[in-house]
């Protein structure tokens, strides 16, 4: 058991990227840890208020549309910005999720062709087109271990993304367009920022992603030789099965 250790979990922007039940994500880090007896809790950091980068273990960002990515822009790129580099560039834990994940990126041009301006902590931009991609979709990941998972999603974007030298793809698409439809990559990674267009299911539905990023961020604050005690997913395991046999017959199904 963990006993002893605590946790704290940052929602950036709970009240503006909040799509799809992208705090299903947030919840599911809460309770893989609880479960495990590690003390810990969900803090709230929206616009104007303010930001101790020592008090977050993982950094939780959401998807949210273009209008309130726009309200949120001016805050996290002046405001919070510097702070949020610093944490990235020093390993802190990030999950980005959609719009939360463009606005990481260097730009994002909507389909108007007006620019919401991005934060610039990773390499990648993002253009909007004006159809959008929605599907249950389905990728492949390589975890901290080697091995292989599928992974069982669902996407909602307008946004393209393009990822440059700097980063690294976060998984592979099966099922679904993932970052532009073009080149078979889903989301980006860079040291322990993990950023994709998966919303509110990406963690209840796939345990073992859950894990890493509580892993990771155990190890950031406890030293590398925290263990995270193994936890029974036999229900997560269910639910990602079922999702996984629902969208395989849909693409069986597909002309
Ligand atoms: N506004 C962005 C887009 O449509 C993000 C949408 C979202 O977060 N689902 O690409």
Known sequence: MSDGYKLVIGHFYPDLLN???????????????SLRGIDVSIRS??????LDPSMIDIAFI??????????????????????????????????????GYQMLGKYYKEHTGDIVECLGALDYYTEARSDRFINDTIYSLVLDDGSEVKVA??????????????????????????????????????????????????LPKN?????????????????????????DSSTEDKARAAALEYIEKGKEKAP
């Not at 949210?64 to 309200?71: K, V």
């Not at 892993?215 to 925290?226: H, L, N, P, T, V």
């Open 19 to 33: 799509l799809y039940g992208d705090r299903g994500n947030v919840l599911a880090l809460y309770r893989r840890a």
């Open 62 to 99: 959401g998807g949210g549309q273009d209008s309130e990515q726009n309200i949120m822009s001016d805050d996290l790129v002046r405001v919070k910005g510097p702070l949020i580099k610093d944490m990235i560039e020093d390993g802190k834990v990030f999950l980005c999720i959609c719009g």
């Open 45 to 50: 950091i929206s616009v104007a208020d303010e």
């Open 207 to 231: 345990p073992a992603i859950t894990d890493m990023l509580l892993s990771r961020a155990m190890k950031k604050r406890y030293g590398e030789s925290f263990e995270l005690a193994p936890l």
């Open 153 to 202: 999603g669902f996407e909602n974007h307008s946004g393209r993304t393009y990822l440059g030298e700097g980063v690294k793809p976060f998984m592979k698409v099966l099922t679904g367009h993932g970052n532009n439809g073009e080149d078979g990559f889903e989301g980006a990674v860079y040291k322990n920022t993990f950023c994709s267009y998966s919303h509110g299911s990406l």
